[in-house]
């Protein structure tokens, strides 16, 4: 009984917290949307444009297999990794701009995760055959409808909307426990594996689309930090089920080993960003009142 719960919530770890998030998110998220344009516009060309052709230009140099290539260059055309906004939260980014940033890419995921799939096959070697049905059958689940009924139940009852984000947060948490260690134990052993090209244009990747988003982005610090999370951490559900058409059998390990990696990869660029604040704190803007945007937040109001 325990197990089927574990596994449960394990599974939806991301639907999970992105309830989390709509249950603490009140009815200005809609008007920030049209406020921000101009940062969500930069955003989205830096994770839509400036990763992929990030991504191109490291395989292309590193000449990984192609099966790592595919799936290389599958995670960075799949962003939209919800955990980048605990990642934002962290760093004293301006989390509420990484929510935008996120709801903005899972909708235009549908249309450009696709196009991106067409690009990738007629331009290299790596055929893909993806639609836009299929990542509205990932994102819409997983992301879009977890946080529209957070933030509906939220704009009808917030006491109520309180109450549950503290129930909901723990099942994340129990969930998100599971999720990382069983990813763990699915990636660590196959990374012996490896060639150092593969290892190499994983680091390279992730570690140069964190670097292209911070410094691409407009300032502040905060907004830098929230773009170079959005561009770094991709999806890596929605990147599963994109390889899984074609190479279902060798896709499950080969993405948990290289989210293992970019996990590795982005440690000096937390460390950094920590310092940074440490030693620069008056460059960080704080969230807007009443628009906490992750689980972390309910615990420091």
Same mark, same amino acid.
């Given at each position: 009984?325990?197990?089927?719960?574990?596994?449960f919530l394990?599974?939806?770890?991301?639907?999970?917290?992105?309830?989390?998030?709509?249950?603490?998110?009140?009815?200005?998220?809609?008007? !920030?949307?049209? *406020?921000?344009?101009?940062?969500?516009?930069?955003?989205?060309?830096?994770?839509?444009?400036?990763?992929?052709?990030?991504?191109?230009?490291?395989v292309?140099?590193? !000449?990984?297999?192609?099966?790592?290539?595919?799936?290389?260059?599958?995670?960075a055309?799949?962003?939209?990794?919800?955990?980048?906004?605990?990642?934002?939260?962290?760093?004293h980014?301006?989390?509420?701009?990484? #929510?935008?940033?996120?709801?903005?890419?899972?909708?235009?995921?549908?249309?450009?995760?696709?196009?991106?799939?067409?690009?990738?096959?007629?331009?290299?070697?790596?055929?893909?055959?993806?639609?836009?049905?299929?990542?509205?059958?990932?994102?819409?689940?997983?992301?879009?409808?977890?946080?529209?009924?957070?933030?509906?139940?939220?704009?009808? &009852?917030?006491?109520?909307?309180?109450?549950?984000?503290? #129930?909901v *947060?723990?099942?994340?948490?129990?969930?998100?426990?599971?999720?990382?260690?069983? !990813?763990?134990?699915?990636?660590?052993?196959g990374?012996?594996?490896?060639a150092?090209? !593969?290892?190499?244009?994983?680091?390279?990747? &992730?570690?140069?689309?964190?670097?292209?988003g911070?410094?691409?982005?407009?300032?502040?610090?905060?907004?830098?930090?929230?773009?170079?999370?959005?561009?770094?951490?991709?999806?890596?559900?929605?990147?599963?089920?994109v390889?899984a058409? &074609?190479?279902?059998?060798?896709?499950?390990?080969?993405?948990?080993?290289?989210?293992?990696?970019?996990?590795?990869?982005?440690?000096?660029?937390?460390?950094? #960003?920590?310092?940074?604040?440490?030693?620069?704190?008056? *460059?960080?803007?704080?969230?807007?009142?009443?628009?906490?945007?992750?689980?972390?937040?309910?615990? &420091?109001?």
């Amino acid at each position: 009984m325990l197990q089927t719960i574990g596994h449960f919530l394990a599974g939806h770890v991301i639907a999970l917290f992105m309830l989390t998030v709509g249950l603490r998110t009140d009815h200005r998220v809609l008007r !920030e949307l049209t *406020e921000r344009w101009q940062h969500l516009a930069r955003a989205l060309a830096i994770v839509w444009i400036g990763v992929p052709l990030l991504a191109l230009l490291v395989v292309h140099i590193a !000449e990984p297999s192609p099966f790592d290539a595919r799936v290389l260059m599958v995670l960075a055309i799949c962003p939209g990794k919800p955990l980048a906004l605990r990642h934002t939260k962290r760093a004293h980014g301006h989390h509420h701009l990484s #929510l935008l940033v996120l709801i903005s890419t899972a909708l235009t995921a549908i249309l450009l995760v696709p196009l991106w799939a067409i690009v990738l096959t007629h331009l290299t070697p790596h055929r893909l055959a993806f639609g836009p049905d299929d990542v509205a059958a990932i994102l819409v689940p997983t992301v879009l409808a977890p946080y529209a009924v957070g933030w509906i139940i939220n704009a009808v &009852s917030p006491r109520l909307a309180a109450t549950l984000a503290r #129930l909901v *947060e723990v099942l994340f948490f129990v969930g998100l426990a599971i999720f990382v260690t069983t !990813e763990l134990l699915r990636g660590l052993p196959g990374l012996r594996d490896l060639a150092l090209a !593969e290892i190499l244009a994983a680091v390279a990747i &992730s570690l140069g689309a964190a670097l292209l988003g911070y410094v691409a982005a407009a300032d502040p610090t905060d907004r830098r930090i929230a773009v170079a999370y959005a561009a770094a951490l991709g999806n890596p559900a929605l990147a599963l089920a994109v390889i899984a058409h &074609s190479d279902h059998v060798l896709a499950i390990s080969l993405v948990a080993m290289f989210v293992v990696l970019r996990a590795a990869a982005l440690v000096p660029f937390d460390l950094w #960003l920590h310092l940074r604040h440490r030693t620069r704190p008056a *460059e960080h803007a704080t969230a807007r009142p009443g628009v906490p945007t992750t689980p972390a937040d309910a615990r &420091s109001r």
